[in-house]
């Protein structure tokens, strides 16, 4: 089927969402918590594939390696594509780099305050006419002509007959300047959309005027944006002076905006963004009909295709990612689980689903991602995305995000979050009736669903969304599901799998000194592939045994390599003993880069490096794990991409938390820690090998001692694991804390509603697998009595009708407890902790509060060291140690341990250890530095940073619990600002840099110094400049950061904005104006 002109076609997708039925799940079988986690279904096989239907691409082979469906694409997208063509990759933030047409913030808020209430139509004229400004007056038909489309200078390759062209230009090459001549080759429909902005005046008032001043800007010359801000600032001081009303400032301000709005814009600017906003009009208007026109690129505007291109490189889409998103089901708005393998291209078709519903569908959207890294990693990833296409992207993990979120009037949001922060968001939207808001839940690694109290928090808050709105879907992606039927039938979802990965990953195992390639079809799982060939020295041979240095030397240092360790300490020796034993060549690759390396490390530490660090960096090679710190880790990261380091020696955390490739990746050993590999890790951590877009091929070796071949065999051969419900395994995380949750949010409020309501759980549905000990019913009429037992929940008479009926309702501290995601094992002594801090909370300094705030669960792994325990006490001021005995922690009992002597009394070990990791954080706060706190300490860094995470969120779920007791009012404004100082731990002048998605410390300290002080500057900055002047920092990290500190800026001042308008809205209600 040719695409029509337009390249608008029609399908159902956008039409009305059908509700989802909900077949009830029998009761049945009783269960015990621990058989119900060990027992198998054996899996549920994989159903057949979907019909897919009107899938217009060209199809080809399932196997084509890259080959896949090109996007298409006709008359207009092709000249947009011209028009885009026009900025180069250097270009790309060019128009949006600063603010400077434009005033402060406070102008653009006022702006707002002012139009809006008071006078529409200016706000619509003022829009239109910069819009327009320079377009020719006539409609030349002429050009309507599709056949013209050759002139443009795109040349359209692939399945002409099928609709499908490819650009063969690099959009990017072409830099030429089209100026006006462009607007000869828009097509009717555009001349008329600007005609009739013309006279008709386009309704531009939903747009924000954020979104006006962020389109309007164009780069300007540093001279013009000088005056231009010093002009404002006066007028900002003599307003203060005259102490003016806030209508002047609005009057000001407006006039401001308004000569803003005249200064030169770009005129392919203005083209770029009026075709883009039509558009998604188009898309838009096509939700309202019956019959469903879909815009050029899956209902998306064509410049969302362009952004593919120019941020992620991918050019056309895999035949499976076309099929998958054009299934019927996701037209349906129905549940869609899809699994491929790692590598497979999984993201790509998420994030066009979640396009498609911020700005087609018009709702927000949560992504729940499993590490807050990764969250932090696709905040910035997607800002670019929501700063050319104006929706918004919320970090939500760690101790960031609000609850509930802001409510924009205008833009949508994307809130990209950790399991836990997302149960809360899902929780406060419940809380607030808004949960219709969300269009779309996207859940990568679904696999998770079976991972302890993680596996439980997903689990509820995708049983809440199930149960509490019809509107939203899910979609859940994973490499690794083996009872794929539990997870369809708990989602309500269809199934779309494939075998697809386009770069082959070829595994194979090595005993002694034979690699094996791993092979189905072979009766023991292995067929032989090769002999080692290395020459071992008997000195070597003693050193490396395992034939570690033979493996990595057949890639490195031309391709990069992985050797995945089963503990940390492995992880540094042999990053060590394989350096020991390299040839000295090795040395000189890209030497002057590991330099840089060594000294930015050294920066970080502020001029202390790991021994083992800067012993490997010289040969490439580095260890990866937990016990670095975030800045660490993310330098070693960056590093490796670009091929400085070639190898890294890392613990099993690497293979799902961040995304590092590699050619070859060696298991070291089939363990992880002391546990046998189970075959979901074994194909997360393989997964990295031969990834799409970054190398051509992929293998994989697992070591293996003749002892564990047997093993191994069932490892290779097996099925992937089930994934089964947590709820009851994590009893206090899981099972209670949904019960109570679901009386807090008054999901169920007896009985009877919350056995319903589990019903439809992953437990639910598994319920077969539970022991006959236990119905699922009973259970539940356990765990509600447990609460009430605990003072959580209560029992109500509701008297209806003549007839009493009981319900259960949440009590205070109930309430507070799942606000602030509060573990109840540990609920009361919080409770009880708090209260009595408010008798005397010692104020002189953090520390009491500190306390308080101290994570119990790194309570019970804490051995303290006594004689650092006194030396730190005898630090403290007279004030402060009065705090240690108000907790339970006598000063004689610290310094009897200190000099080994027995104890009589009896000293509560838990308030001993929690204040030992509140003094580790006193510490910290007071000398912001990782390095010296954990020699200190004689801890490793990357412990006492975890220690510094987990406090920032346990002080942000505190506060959240605090806010819920009236009695603790006193504390909000503590842990306030407690929590802030948790969550970046810097000098204070760094916090609203590091505010800013991926910058650490380490680089807000580089900017801070180069003159990067505020937000506005990182908003308003050059990434050019930045990469000139910052040391070790890519283009494309440069971008990035601009495009990332942009879209946080835009967030606060939306919030803003709504505050204003809040602020002055007109009550309806004003006595005698009936
Ligand atoms: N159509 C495409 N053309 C070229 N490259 C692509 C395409 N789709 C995805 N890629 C690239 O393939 C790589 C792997 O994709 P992605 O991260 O989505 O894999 P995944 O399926 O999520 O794997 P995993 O299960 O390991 O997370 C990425 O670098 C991505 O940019
Ligand atoms: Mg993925």
Redesign the pocket.
Known sequence: MAEPPLAVRRRSRLGSAPKRSRPPVGPSAACSPLALKRANTGGEGVPAQRPVRGGTGKRKGDGGV?E?VCWGFGWLQKNLIVIYCNDSEEDMFGDYNSFCEDDSLLAQVLDTEHTRPQDAETDVKAAGEFVLEGLPSGIDQRKQDNSSASETGVICGGDTEHGFQTPENDPLDNKEDLGDSLLDELPSSQLLYFAEMRTKKIDMSKCSSLDKIWRASSPCPDSEHKNRSTEFSSDLKSDSCKNTSLKDHLKNALTENAKAQTLKVSKTKQLKEAILSEEICVARKAIGSSSVDIGPFYGLPSKVKDLFWQL???????EW?HDCLTLECLQQRKNLIYS?????????VAEILILQELLCMQKDVLMILPYVAIVQEKVWGLSNFGIELGFLVEEYAGSKGRFPPIKRRCKKSLYIATIEKGHMLVNSLIETDRIGDLGLVVV??LHMLGEGSRGATLEMTLAKILYTSKSTHIVG????LNNVGDLQKFLQAEYYTKNFR?VELKEYIKIRDTIYEVDSKAENGFTFSRLLNFKYSSNLKKADPDHIIALVTEVIPKYSCLIFCPTKKNCENVASMVCKYLNKEFRSHREKEKQDLIKDLKNIGNGSICPVLKQTIPFGVAYHHSGLTNDERKSIEEAYSRGVLCLLACTATLAAGV?L?ARRVILRAPYVANDFLKKNQYK?MI??AG????DNAGESILIVQEKDKHLVQDLVTSPLENCYSNLLPEFTKGMQNLLLSLVGLRIAVTQEEVYNFLCHTLLGVQQQLLSKEKSLSELVKDGLESLIEKGLLTVKIMEKDQNSKTALAITRLGKAAYKGSIDLSYCNLLYKELKKGLEGLVLESSLHLLYLATPYDMVSNCSPNWMIYLRQFNQLSAAEQTVADMVGVPESFIAKKASGQAIRKNVDSASVNRLYLTFILYTLLKETNIWSVSEKFNLSRGYVQNLLTSAASFASCVLHFCEELEEFWVYKALLTELTKHLTYCVKTELIPLMEVAGVLEARAKQLYNAGYKTLAHLANANPETLVKTIEHLSRRQAKQIVSSAKMLLTEKAEALQEEVELLLKVPTDIPGTS
């Open positions: 890259q896949g992620r490189g991918i050019e056309t889409l895999y990612q491929l393998p790692t590598s497979g291209g999984k993201t790509l990568d690694e992606m994973s490499a690794t386009p995304n490739p997360q997964g990295r990834r799409a877009g970054i």
